[in-house]
């Protein structure tokens, strides 16, 4: 799975900082940077992309590997099947993060 670190660190680091400008003011921000929430929605439509063309590529080269395509070998339909399984297991452990820190989210009092 394709992320970009550079964007990602940055984005810490700008979170880090505001951070930090939020506790010497003693305030609560009010808005949420609506840019941050559609540079984060693209980066991950853009891993979910990633993660299927990788199995329609892994789909691809078993189907050439089982119809005798000697243009295929049978290393490389395992090597993109396995690229294939860890972008998706990677995907759904994303998944489960997002959706432990929404529960999180709505368990807090307001």
Known sequence: MKIQNS???????????EAGRN???NKIPTQVNST??????????????????????????VKAVEMGDRSVSLAEAMIASQKSSVAFEATVQV????????KE??????
């Open 36 to 61: 941050s929430s559609a540079q984060f929605g693209d980066m991950l439509s853009n891993a979910l992309n990633t993660v299927h063309e990788l199995q329609q590529d892994t789909s691809k080269k």
């Open 7 to 17: 964007a990602v660190f940055q984005e810490m680091q700008s979170m880090a900082l």
């Open 23 to 25: 506790d010497q003011l």
């Open 95 to 102: 998944r489960n993060k997002l959706v432990e820190a929404y």
């Open 105 to 110: 989210i709505m368990n807090m009092p307001v």
